[in-house]
Nanobody, 112 residues
Framework: VQLVESGGGLVQPGGSLRLSCAAS????????MSWYRQTPGKEREMVAS????????SYADSVKGRFTISRDNDKNMLYLQMNSLKPEDTAVYYC??????WGQGTQVTVSS
């Protein structure tokens, strides 16, 4: 299993970013997938998850209405569209396979 995140960066408050996760080494369209994030000194928290078909999604209360998780099963890609970003969204973002495989993470920094 390989998961490679990209799309992080520095953005001003109120801005947007789209994270991507390229998945390989497993049958992507048979697994639900998730995005997590972590800040120094804190445990990783789940941000959003999506069913294998993409029809069912769930979000942490802190990002509901601002973030959208999606997937392209033809391309083996997972996405996280982040809008109306806040400084408290600053973290390393990871995509996660349900059997506890993780990508290397991508840094998102929200600052003016």
């Amino acid at each position: 299993v390989q998961l490679v995140e990209s799309g992080g960066g520095l953005v001003q408050p109120g801005g947007s970013l789209r994270l991507s996760c390229a998945a390989s080494g497993f049958t992507f369209n048979t697994y639900a997938m998730s995005w997590y994030r972590q800040t120094p000194g804190k445990e990783r928290e789940m941000v959003a998850s999506i069913s294998s078909t993409g029809l069912i999604t769930s979000y942490a209360d802190s990002v509901k209405g601002r973030f959208t998780i999606s997937r392209d099963n033809d391309k083996n890609m997972l996405y996280l569209q982040m809008n109306s970003l806040k400084p408290e969204d600053t973290a390393v973002y990871y995509c996660k396979h349900p059997l506890n495989y993780w990508g290397q993470g991508t840094q998102v920094t929200v600052s003016s």
